[in-house]
């Protein structure tokens, strides 16, 4: 894999807009469809901080300007910084993006998310913590961090885990794409609004200090219903609780052709075909994860993602993250050669290896701050 360092240099990779009561933060970074890099996480994190003390301040509203509000954290920095040797750099991203992830979802002020494009990883870690989740007929949410050698993480245990049934572990496993109907009816976002109208929402929401209705009254006049599609892979939920709530990936993919032979579904097959070419080491991974996720709050997640990132950073079970990165965002030959590379060789001890805190005294290990007081606990997301 070619190493190559770039400084960046883009200015205004984040913006922030102010007014007496209502605070827009805007993701700045069209051109790489709003990764989120060190720096803009630190922005985020230090404005967050300043308006949540702010006595005057109401709301926060986080947007993105281009096509996708977040692909996700800047994986591509991340690999290169690791493979030169840098882990510093790389853990330390990786701890400032899970304690803004923290708190955001222990925020004592209201949130709004305008998701009007993409939203993936990171950006879904963002977004999914905050209190009204918008989206419009461009969303598109997906977690497919497995096809990279990843998992789905920044707390993806935690939200995946809390939607009807089974559903996120099927979007975790399946790198599934949901569009903004579906995001609303598993329960992902809050409200659908027309990205035609959402310019005139977000001006209503900055003009509050004028008005005597709340804020999620607001929301509500713009609010219309959307359906499902026919084909909505929400809309066969009771086949998706059958297969997914299975114990093992292996069963899982059993069920799912199983299903198959009752009739073709695209949902199936698609799903099917991601988790045949995903990493077979990441989907035991997620599955463990997410069934763990179920009983725990969302700093523990956090945790154990921390945990785990950095088992598959530093390749202490396998070297599959670098493998998959460089087929998916190097070289691009989109041929991952995995190791473990079957579901069947993927040990019980190798993913348990992941889910241990290493032994390691040059790491320091992710140290949330302490925001459980009355008014945070009471704050819930889902």
């Known amino acids: 894999m070619p ?17 007496f009561e209502v605070k827009t933060v805007m993701l700045n970074r069209p051109q790489k469809l709003n990764t989120l890099n060190y720096e803009m996480i630190c922005q985020m994190k230090k404005n967050l901080q300043l308006y949540e003390k702010d006595h005057s301040v109401k709301l926060v509203i986080l947007k993105a300007n ?28 990786y701890k400032k993006l899970l304690t803004l992830e923290y708190f955001i979802a222990t925020y004592t002020k209201l949130t709004v998310a305008l998701i009007n494009g993409l939203v993936m990883g990171a950006g879904a870690g ?55 109907a579906e995001m609303v009816a598993c329960g992902l976002a809050t409200h659908f609004v027309p990205s035609a109208k959402l310019n005139i929402l977000e001006n209503v929401l900055q003009a509050r200090t004028t008005s005597n209705l709340s804020i999620a009254s607001v929301i509500e006049t713009f609010t219309e219903k959307i359906e499902l599609k026919e084909d909505s892979s929400f809309r ?59 009983g725990q709050n969302i700093e523990q997640c956090l945790y154990r993602d921390f945990t785990i990132c950095i088992h598959i950073l530093r390749r202490t079970v396998s070297n599959d993250f670098y493998e998959g990165s460089r087929a998916k965002l190097f070289d691009k030959d989109n041929k991952p050669k995995w190791e473990p590379s079957t579901l069947e060789l993927v040990s019980e001890e190798m993913v348990d290896q992941c889910f241990r805190n290493m032994d390691d005294d040059y790491l320091e290990w992710l140290q949330l701050p302490d925001r459980f007081n009355s008014q945070v606990a009471s704050h819930k997301i889902f």
């Open 236 to 294: 066969r939920l009771e086949t998706i609780n059958k297969c997914f709530s299975k114990g093992t990936v292996e069963e899982i993919i059993i069920c799912l052709e199983k299903e198959l032979e009752n009739g073709a579904e695209e949902w199936i097959t698609n799903a099917l075909n991601f988790m045949r070419l995903a990493c077979p080491l990441s989907l035991k991974i997620f599955l463990k994860s997410i069934r763990m996720g179920r």
């Open 126 to 180: 963002l977004s999914m913590n905050m209190k009204f989740r918008i989206v419009t007929e461009k969303a598109v949410f997906a977690m497919p961090e497995a096809s990279i050698g990843l998992f789905p993480d920044v707390g993806a245990s935690y939200f995946l885990s809390k939607l009807p049934g089974y559903f996120g572990e099927y979007i975790g496993l399946t790198g599934a794409q949901l569009d903004g």
């Open 66 to 93: 281009g096509k996708a509000f977040s692909a996700g954290g800047d994986v591509v920095s991340a690999i290169t910084c690791s493979l030169a040797g840098h882990w510093s750099y790389v853990t330390m991203f």
């Open 3 to 19: 190493l190559s360092f770039t400084f960046d240099t883009e200015a205004n990779q984040i913006l922030f807009t102010e007014n």
